[in-house]
């Protein structure tokens, strides 16, 4: 199964723009690329996908490589709310597992005010 | 507002006991699923439905099972067979099995054996 490489944490001051990085460098085809975040004693909460081109949407956009082995998540202004587990995940957008999301440990973004 | 509603939020179990978890969604999702998450890991699935009176195993189902009598309810019980069932549980939706629209995850349930 093709899998997601994220730094283990990042930091970013409250208001400025943060790029969150994301390697799946065994990405098929038909995989979207799905991020979602999770904040503390909480479930998880999507906040956008994409197959190939850049997606924007109220709470984040996704920038996708050319090559689709990488993909960046941005947050325009980060605020405190912020403060969360980001995950990057590759779903399977037919055959055997398509139904599955592979959480791995994400990336914990800290937000210094 | 439509959501997936967890309970209870907090769950304290004795060794030797089965217990059930509670999962309600109110979106009209097909699909449903159970995740288990340990401190500092991600998740790992259980379970899942994509239709009433259908489920499959995930990748770590020995000692849990669930059933699907509504589309609106998916509980799942920890049986006493669960070796090491203190962890986070959180259970989720999606319109179709695909997921290709997203999931939504409900607040979580944290059980923990006494």
């Known amino acids: 199964d093709a899998k997601t490489t994220q730094p283990n944490s ?9 790029h969150l990085p994301c390697n799946h460098s065994t990405i098929s085809g038909t995989d979207y690329i ?13 906040v956008i996908h994409g197959l190939t081109s850049n ?15 990488s993909s960046t998540l941005i947050l ?3 605020t405190l709310r912020d403060a969360a587990v980001y995950y990057c995940i590759l779903r399977k957008n037919s055959g055997a597992g398509s139904y599955q999301l592979t959480f791995g440990k994400g990336t914990k973004l800290s937000v210094i005010p | 507002d439509g959501g997936i509603t ?3 939020k907090y769950l304290f179990r004795k060794e030797g006991q089965n217990v059930t978890l509670s999962c309600e969604q109110n979106l009209n999702h097909d699909a449903m699923y ?5 401190p500092g890991q991600g998740l790992r699935l259980i379970y899942y439905s994509q239709i009433v009176n259908d489920f499959q195993k995930g990748d ?40 290709q629209y997203g999931y939504t995850f409900g607040s979580g349930t944290r059980l923990t054996v006494v």
């Open chain 2, 60 to 99: 770590i189902a020995e000692g849990y099972s669930v059933s699907r009598e509504k589309k609106e309810s998916f509980p799942l019980t920890v049986t006493s067979a669960q070796k090491n069932p203190t962890a986070f549980y959180l259970c989720a939706s999606s319109i179709y099995l695909t997921g």
């Open chain 2, 6 to 8: 967890q309970s209870p």
């Open chain 1, 76 to 78: 325009h202004r980060a």
């Open chain 1, 10 to 18: 990042m930091e970013s001051n409250e208001e400025e723009p943060v």
């Open chain 2, 34 to 38: 159970w995740y288990r998450q340990d």
């Open chain 1, 55 to 69: 997606v924007n949407n109220r709470m984040a956009s996704l920038a996708i490589a050319e090559d689709r082995k």
């Open chain 1, 34 to 46: 799905h991020w979602y975040r999770q904040l503390p004693s909480q479930g998880p909460e999507y």
